[in-house]
């Protein structure tokens, strides 16, 4: 099966359709509350944080790419940017620990299982651990794009005066040079991505309940 049968930007937004509201109502609850904002964003920057350890520790070898330490200084920059915001609006400075994050087991969870998912049916894979990163970096960059153009709507409709603009551009590139490289090997089957998609999806739904949970708890904790 060619490349050309991989699912692209445009499918994953329509399978991904029945969530976008749910993230949208959850993310205005999020925005409307300075804390709970300040928490979140400190939690994006965890997971960016998260991302660019993964990149480092995995593909650090003798044919590390140009893109490789493109991608890697640019998820570690977004790491510092989430986590600026977060102490802008908290006024305070924040760990990662629980008190200062939003169901941060939940964000480790969504992408170790991922990783390990994407793994072990790669395991047989030449370069396993190039192919692993390729894919579950293609697949969270979608993620990472669909939310992050909700998440803008959201801050836009608060008022709230923080652009995701050259964020998003950058997740953008990521996503366009992961398609590009991937369209190199002759391991890509259609198959194989809708497997992972479907158990990033299952794994997203998850964080996304959890968030939504917190977000409940913290709601009536403010009452
Ligand atoms: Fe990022
Ligand atoms: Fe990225």
Redesign the pocket.
């Known amino acids: 099966m060619s490349f050309q049968t991989h699912p692209t930007y445009l499918d994953f937004e329509t399978a991904n359709q029945g969530y976008a509201s749910r993230l949208e109502t959850c993310l205005d609850a999020i925005c409307a509350d300075t804390k709970t904002h300040a928490r979140f964003l400190n939690t994006l920057s965890m997971m960016?944080h998260m991302?660019s350890r993964r990149i480092m520790l995995t593909q650090s070898n003798a044919e590390t790419s140009q893109d490789t330490l493109k991608?890697m200084a640019?998820?570690a920059r977004?790491a510092f940017f989430f986590k600026r915001q977060a102490e802008k609006f908290s006024g305070f400075e924040m760990d990662y620990g629980a008190d200062n994050t939003i169901a941060p087991s939940f964000a480790r969870m969504y992408f170790k299982r991922l990783e390990s998912y994407i793994a072990q049916d790669l395991a047989d894979a030449d370069n396993p651990l190039l192919v692993t990163y390729l894919y579950m970096?293609m697949i969270?960059?979608f993620r990472?794009v669909w939310a992050f153009v909700v998440y803008q709507k959201c801050l836009d409709r608060a008022d709230i005066r923080l652009s995701l603009k050259s964020l998003l551009a950058?997740?953008q590139g990521?996503?366009d040079d992961m398609e590009r490289t991937l369209a190199k090997t002759s391991i890509g089957t259609s198959e194989r991505i809708n497997k992972f998609l479907a158990k990033e999806q299952d794994l997203f739904v998850k964080l996304l309940t959890a968030l939504e949970s917190a977000v409940d708890a913290d709601a009536l904790a403010a009452e």
Do not use: N, Y
Request: overall charge negative; aromatic content about 0%.
């Open positions: 960016e991302g991608h640019e998820e977004h970096s969270i960059e990472a950058e997740e990521h996503l």
